[in-house]
């Protein structure tokens, strides 16, 4: 039997060490990392309103809107003061006491951040000439960024920044890597100044995303959570999947990725739902290191989960430079794919063991029943949608810009669900481990907290909804009003229900208060490692800008890869595995995009690799989460094998199992762009859906050994097949077809005038490298100009002359579009010319869909040979 309190203490434990911090004073110390937490989480929403600029209008005063221009200083300062009060500097190190070393790195570390705002005037006047204070300054904030780091992250990060900033000052001593990129050595003034003075390093953007928007999500999802959302997702998910075979299983894959769309934590995602859901998948029969996997892969997947993707996506807007709304849509189809997958596996794991679901109440759903509440769902979200968004046109002419009718309409709402949760009794969690498990009825378990989703529908409305006359606010305004309006809820849904059930008002008022207290503490310390994970993935970020240091993993790749383009992005993943563990989801996106995007950009070119950059980001930044659930460092693998008990290890091996698929979607999306949503209509969205979702339940079969029946070895190959023909047909078209036109010389230009307007071409270059002098190929993509392939190539800044039957290429002017990408790489000088040496435009070919014809074919065949071996039912 399980002892759950003891399991629940364990799991706390787990999670404060790894995300919140170990140490709890219980003295006027502990008040003061209390107060700290909840000043950080009030200066965070002062910052993001409209208040510092009401206030400066009304004072005339300019601090009040300077300290919004000062606001990463001052976030990196509470961020170093909590981590060094929170975070105990080593294992024997005191936790109910803040030692006298640790007081004076909080002064330090503070001081350094402030200095950057007390005297920004006088930096700004000597910009590049770094006095001895400066460089003094910035030698301590680094210092005490990096302690911090180690305190609240351990030492992966700390080893990798240490190791660019060891080459930002020797590197230039290595002739090889100083052939490579061309960087001869930096001054102690120099680097420092690089990385703390100015928002080329610690200061850069990706400490910027987490001061203007990182936050608030976090903010967001504690305050959801003390309030009781949470929860809400938890018995939601047990009331919709429970009764089923291996429910409390299928709960998990649920909940977790409800939960894990709006966490910034694969751990706290794994301790907030596996706390319940870990113990009932074992009362129903999962072993202990199943169970744990399950919850750690249904963890780990929510990182990659629309519309926050544990804030990562508000970076890729930073790093790709494409509309928040692109990203969302490029990340759905494959996060849902990967989850509906994952259910699947839940679902064979219990076939293969024979589970049964858990005893509920009422009438029991089943499977055709969910699918249509799920359909039914989307169709109602999106009349939704659609009614709100004619209601906001029909009050266009008399709110205008303002926002009071909608926030009339909002409490409404509100009281209305309110209204109707009262007539519900309050659901409870199952913490009785001697009863036998059951599952609380769908209906007032559903509409008993509906009122949880309202600030995720203002979150997603104003990221994604707009109207012809109404633009979709920013990530952060967005966030904002989803924060205050979740302020609201945890301050008033308790008082409010009680009156409206005749209970005792005060008391229920009180207990709100303390749930918004707690949120604000909650979502400081939530944010106290990424807030100096980005600070310290700055520091990456500025070695690379200064030094150029990526190109040296690039040369390393290139030459183990040979060429090939299988081992190349093999290499890249198994390193984006490596670099992630143990990061949270914020800094492992930053380095893995800032180390091994490039490698796929430019070795990939090299090999003819072209695809659109969202895809090379979604590639790395896929494993590197998948670092989360792969041992010896997997943290979520440890977090849920606390809660169930089992070996660590063996619970992140098999979690590692249940990722397969999730990995193998990088490499899809990499050859086939259709998975992201990547140029096609919305009606070819929805067969690319469930031609993908096939592909990948076939994948999941194959992986399991179980399909209709318990599977034998050629089976699941044929399986393996059949999922590969369905997610990459285009590769058997190319057997038998070439996929594109080749043409060199002056036949090159006819070949480009003969394409329509706006059509990809595909230009090959060969030239000698600008740093080694070897001839290196490249291929860009440019658009046709109908009629004209010169002035195709004029317009993206190449000029071309023929000679000899070759087209030489001269140096792009700077400003043009492909400057940055070819005028810095060749040596236009040289004895060797640059050259086009071919252009490649589309092959007119039979649809590559005609393949799938065949795959399903061959899936008939399985599926007549195992059934008559089934021995249960497939539900």
Not at 442 to 470: K, Q, S
Request: hydrophobic letters at 55%; charged letters at 15%.
């Amino acid at each position: 039997m399980v002892d759950q309190p003891s399991t629940e203490r364990t799991a706390d434990d787990m999670v404060a060490e790894a995300d919140t911090g170990a140490r709890n004073p219980v003295n006027w110390q502990g008040t003061l990392i209390i107060g700290t937490c909840i000043a950080w989480s009030l200066f965070q929403l002062y910052i993001a309103s409209r208040i510092p600029g009401m206030l400066a209008q009304a004072t005339g005063l300019s601090i009040f809107a300077n300290i919004v221009a000062q606001a990463r200083f001052v976030h990196l300062a509470f961020a170093l003061a909590l981590a060094t009060m929170a975070f105990p500097l080593t294992k024997s190190a005191p936790r109910d006491r803040i030692p006298a070393y640790d007081w004076a790195l909080l002064v330090l570390g503070v001081s350094a951040c402030l200095y950057l705002v007390v005297f920004r005037f006088e930096i700004a006047s000597r910009p590049g000439l770094w006095s001895t204070t400066d460089i003094t300054m910035s030698a301590i904030g680094m210092i005490c960024l990096m302690i911090a780091v180690y305190r609240s992250l351990g030492l992966p990060l700390v080893i990798i920044a240490c190791i660019f900033v060891a080459f930002a000052f020797f590197g230039g001593y290595s002739e090889w890597a100083r052939n490579i990129t061309n960087y001869g050595g930096s001054s102690l003034s120099k680097a420092l100044g690089h990385y703390w003075m100015q928002t080329e390093g610690v200061f850069g953007v990706a400490l910027g995303v987490s001061t203007a928007m990182i936050f608030l999500f976090v903010l967001f999802g504690a305050l959801l959570d003390r309030a009781g959302g949470g929860n809400w997702f938890i018995q939601v998910a047990i009331a919709l999947l429970g009764a089923l075979r291996g429910g409390p299983a299928k709960a998990s894959v649920l909940s977790s990725m409800m939960t894990g769309m709006i966490s910034g934590s694969s751990i706290a995602n794994t301790v907030t739902t596996g706390t319940f859901t870990i113990p009932l998948m074992k009362r129903i029969g999962f072993p202990a290191e199943k169970a744990g996997a399950v919850e750690v892969a249904s963890s780990t997947n929510g990182q990659l989960t629309p519309p926050v993707m544990g804030a990562a996506a508000f970076l890729m807007v930073e790093y790709v430079n494409i509309p928040y709304i692109d990203v969302v849509k490029h990340a759905f189809l494959p996060a849902v794919i990967s989850y509906i997958a994952l259910l699947y596996i839940v679902h064979l794991e219990s076939l293969k063991m024979g589970l049964k679901g858990l005893d509920k109440p009422g009438r029991r759903i089943g499977v055709l029943m969910i699918m249509i509440l799920f359909l039914s769902g989307f169709i109602l979200l999106g009349v939704l949608t659609f009614l709100m968004i004619g209601l906001r046109t029909l009050l266009e002419p008399i709110m205008g810009n303002s926002i009071y009718a909608a926030v009339a309409l909002v409490a409404v709402l509100y009281l209305v669900l309110l209204k109707i949760s009262a007539s519900f009794p309050e659901i409870k969690e199952d913490k009785d481990t001697d009863a036998p498990p059951t599952a609380p009825r769908l209906t007032p378990t559903l509409i008993g907290g509906l009122y949880f989703a309202i600030p995720i529908f203002i979150l997603v409305w104003n990221l994604m909804v707009r109207t012809d006359t109404l633009d979709r606010l920013s990530p952060a305004l967005s966030a904002f009003w989803a924060t205050f309006f979740m302020i609201i809820i945890a301050l008033t849904h308790r008082p409010i229900k009680a009156a409206f059930r005749g209970h005792d008002v005060g008391s229920e008022a009180r207990a709100g208060w303390a749930d918004f207290v707690q949120g604000l503490i909650l979502g400081a310390r939530n944010m106290i490692g990424i807030g100096v994970a980005t600070g310290a993935a700055g520091i990456i970020v500025g070695t690379i800008s200064l030094t150029g240091a990526h190109q040296v993993i690039g040369t390393v790749i290139e030459v183990i890869s040979g060429g090939n383009l299988m081992v190349l992005l093999i290499l890249v993943a198994v390193l984006s595995l490596i670099l992630g563990m143990g990061l949270p989801t914020t800094a492992n996106y930053i380095v893995v995009s800032s180390l091994m995007a490039p490698v796929i950009i430019s070795v990939g070119a090299q090999v003819g690799l072209v695809v659109p950059l969202i895809a090379v980001h979604m590639f790395v930044f896929y494993f590197g989460i998948l670092a989360d659930d792969t041992p010896p460092v997997g943290l979520a693998a440890y977090a849920a094998a606390a809660i169930s008990r089992g070996d660590p290890i063996k619970t992140g091996l098999q979690g590692f199992g249940y990722d397969i698929r999730t990995a193998l979607l990088p490499f899809l999306f990499i050859f086939n762009t259709d998975l992201l949503l990547i140029d096609v209509s919305f009606g070819h969205a929805i067969f690319v859906f469930f031609i993908s979702l096939l592909a990948m339940l076939l994948f999941a079969a194959a992986t399991q050994g179980y399909f209709i029946a318990k599977s034998r070895i050629w089976e699941s190959v044929v399986l393996l097949f059949i999922a590969f023909m369905l997610f990459r047909p285009g590769f058997f078209l190319d057997m038998v077809e070439e996929p594109y036109v080749s043409a060199s010389g002056g036949a090159a230009i006819e070949l480009m005038s003969q394409e329509p307007n706006g059509a990809d071409i595909r230009v090959m270059i060969e030239g000698p490298d600008f740093d080694t002098g070897q001839m290196r190929p490249t291929t860009v993509v440019i658009p046709a100009v109908a009629g004209d392939g010169e002035t195709a190539l004029s317009d993206q800044g190449l000029t071309v002359m023929e000679e000899d039957g070759r087209l030489l290429l001269d140096e792009p002017f700077p400003g043009t579009p492909l400057f940055d990408q070819l005028g810095t790489e060749y040596d236009y000088y040289g004895d060797n010319p640059v050259v086009i040496s071919a252009v490649e435009v589309e092959n007119e070919r039979i649809a590559k869909e005609w393949f799938f014809i065949p795959a399903l074919l061959l899936l008939a065949g399985v599926v007549m040979i195992q059934r008559p071996r089934a021995t249960q039912p497939a539900f």
